[in-house]
T-cell receptor, first 115, second 116 residues
Framework: GAVVSQHPSRVICKSGTSVKIECRSL??????MFWYRQFPKKSLMLMAT?????????EQGVEKDKFLINHASLTLSTLTVTSAHPEDSSFYIC???????????FGPGTRLTVL | AQSVSQHNHHVILSEAASLELGCNYS??????LFWYVQYPGQHLQLLLK??????LVKGIKGFEAEFIKSKFSFNLRKPSVQWSDTAEYFC??????????????FGKGTTLSVSS
């Protein structure tokens, strides 16, 4: 199957700093990438959908100024958590899809811990 | 908007027992249906998917699922579980022609614990 990578796999930062997470589709071109957040023992919550070359569409309740998403190429999307706070600590997972009717492939996730 | 409900929060089985995990979705239009598995400490892996055609779908590791359109259901089954099936199982749905969004929407997940 298709491979999606995320970097870093784990990051610890101080409160108030910004953290950037990268998501790459390694062997296919992803017209659409998605960012999810997973809380312990909880399901994946969709944060935003990003199409290459256009602004991301955020789900209700997700602050677009706090979670900046860039999808500048067909193989790379980035999520920047700005002015991180301890409540932003979570597991962030990206997924990528080649086309509208295609399967979404998931990255391994990034564990963010804000001290 | 579509939503997904998984009825079983935590299922505990002995090895060789049969498994059925329930999944219902709410959306009136065309849907694609998926089951993902997340083993402890690992990332999501696709077990099986249904786009169209035969409503009985076979996936990896002996899993299968049946799409029953009239019941808006996509239950996951395995005739004989193994200890290695211990994991979190997620049902997911997307509506590929939904103008409001085509992202996968997940159920809350079912924790399966298999004792040897």
């Amino acid at each position: 199957g298709a491979v999606v990578s995320q970097h870093p796999s784990r990051v610890i930062c101080k409160s108030g700093t910004s953290v950037k997470i990268e998501c790459r589709s390694l062997d296919f071109q992803a017209t659409t990438m998605f960012w999810y957040r997973q809380f312990p023992k909880k399901s994946l919550m969709l944060m935003a959908t990003s199409n290459e070359g256009s602004k991301a569409t955020y789900e209700q309740g997700v602050e677009k100024d706090k979670f900046l998403i860039n999808h500048a190429s067909l193989t790379l999307s980035t999520l920047t958590v700005t002015s991180a706070h301890p409540e932003d600590s979570s597991f962030y997972i990206c997924s990528a899809r080649a086309g509208r009717g295609d399967t979404q492939y998931f990255g391994p996730g990034t564990r963010l811990t804000v001290l | 908007a579509q939503s997904v409900s998984q009825h079983n929060h935590h299922v505990i089985l002995s090895e060789a027992a049969s498994l059925e995990l329930g999944c219902n979705y709410s959306y009136g239009g065309t849907v694609n249906l998926f089951w993902y598995v997340q083993y402890p400490g690992q990332h999501l892996q696709l077990l099986l998917k249904y786009f169209s055609g035969d409503p009985l779908v076979k996936g990896i590791k002996g899993f299968e699922a049946e799409f029953i359109k009239s019941k808006f259901s996509f239950n996951l089954r395995k005739p004989s579980v193994q200890w290695s099936d211990t994991a979190e199982y997620f049902c997911a749905v997307n509506a590929p022609y939904n103008q409001a969004g085509t992202a996968l929407i997940f159920g809350k997940g079912t924790t399966l614990s298999v004792s040897s």
